[in-house]
């Protein structure tokens, strides 16, 4: 059966640091992968997503970068996070060519103080 | 721009009640709808999802329908239990290509003991 993994699970940075989130599946190839983030008293947000190895698409302008290293591996990342950057960040995956029905994983909780 | 608003925000019932949370669309035009549970501090787990030649779709005590013209879906919640208590999202995916799902805020549910 296919899992999918986000660490760490919680995070607390300073202002100006970098960041590095990252999001793996395991029992399944070529998965299509997804970033989101969910902000207090907003919707989930479609920050990257990725149909391939090295192959990322941006859906939102802002300082945050994603890269798919590996078919199942895919990273979040930011030279220097802002306070805005706080949120609930959610990795998901989707069988390429099957139902559009995504399985997300189970977040990471970042706090830009 | 595709607009999904989820009416109420939040809900409290009895256990044993039939409830229905609602989901409504600004663009018609729309590939598929889809339920998803979020528990709280966790990721979300895909309920239902409903294509757009579809009418309705069941799951054990879920049941989802879509009215595409009109804009709106419904998820209705036979004899609810309190572990049914969460936040159930609704997302819109707008074509056949691409992965674009827009989400709506959520109605966080309640079922009291």
């Known amino acids: 059966s296919q899992t999918i993994h986000q660490w760490p699970a919680t995070l607390v940075q300073p202002v100006g640091s970098p960041l590095s989130l990252e999001c793996t599946v395991e029992?399944?190839?070529?998965?299509?992968l997804y970033w989101y983030r969910q902000a207090a008293g907003r919707g989930l947000q479609l920050l990257f997503y990725?149909?391939?190895?090295?192959?990322i698409s941006s859906e939102v302008p802002q300082n945050l970068s994603a890269s798919r290293p590996q078919d199942r591996q895919f990273i979040l990342s930011s030279k220097k996070l802002l306070l805005s950057d706080s949120g609930f960040y959610l990795c998901?995956?989707?069988?390429?060519?099957?139902?559009?029905?995504?399985?997300f994983g189970p977040g990471t909780r970042l706090t830009v103080l | 721009k595709q607009e999904v608003t989820q009416i109420p925000a939040a809900l409290s019932v009895p256990e044993g009640e039939n409830l229905v949370l609602n989901c409504s669309f600004t663009?018609?035009?729309?590939?598929?709808l889809q339920w998803f549970r979020q528990d709280p501090g966790k990721g979300l787990t895909s309920l239902l999802l409903?294509?757009?030649?579809?009418r309705e779709q069941t799951s054990g005590r879920l049941n989802a329908s879509l009215d595409k013209s009109s804009g709106r879906s419904t998820l209705y919640i036979a004899a609810s239990q309190p572990g049914d208590s969460a936040t159930y999202l609704c997302?819109?995916?707008?074509?056949?290509?691409?992965?674009?799902?827009?989400f709506g805020e959520g109605t966080q549910l309640t079922v009291n003991p």
């Open positions: 998901a995956w989707r069988l390429a060519g099957g139902t559009d029905t995504q399985y």
């Open positions: 029992g399944t190839s070529n998965p299509n």
């Open positions: 990725s149909v391939g190895i090295g192959q």
């Open positions: 663009d018609s035009a729309i590939y598929n």
């Open positions: 409903i294509q757009s030649s579809q």
């Open positions: 997302a819109v995916k707008r074509g056949s290509s691409g992965s674009r799902l827009t």
